[in-house]
């Protein structure tokens, strides 16, 4: 089955197999981004101990891109950029 957005034709086989593809890169790195910009330290602490989750490890966040502040999308960011984004000074 397809849809129309746009002017473009879509399949809706193709944005599930996208989805399966990213499922696994927004689960557990991309909750150290949630808790770095929240500036969570004591979840930020146990998910790394306890899930073994790396600090050092890239996710996708979504907000502005890089050098063009009209448009929104998802950027590779880790932890640390985030936090310092915004603003997150425990962390």
């Not at 979840?43 to 063009?68: A, K, L, N, Q, T």
Request: one cysteine or more; aromatic letters at 10%.
């Amino acid at each position: 089955m397809c849809k129309v957005t746009k002017g473009k034709f879509y399949s809706t086989m193709d944005e599930e197999k996208l989805a399966e593809k990213y499922q696994g890169l927004f689960l557990k790195c991309s909750n150290l981004l949630e808790l770095a910009a929240a500036d969570d330290v004591t979840g930020f602490v146990h998910m790394v101990e306890d899930s073994g989750v790396c600090i050092d490890e890239v996710s996708f966040w979504y907000g502005r891109r890089i050098g063009d502040l009209r448009k929104m999308g998802l950027e590779e960011r880790t932890p640390l950029m985030i936090a310092s984004t915004y603003g997150s000074i425990r962390m």
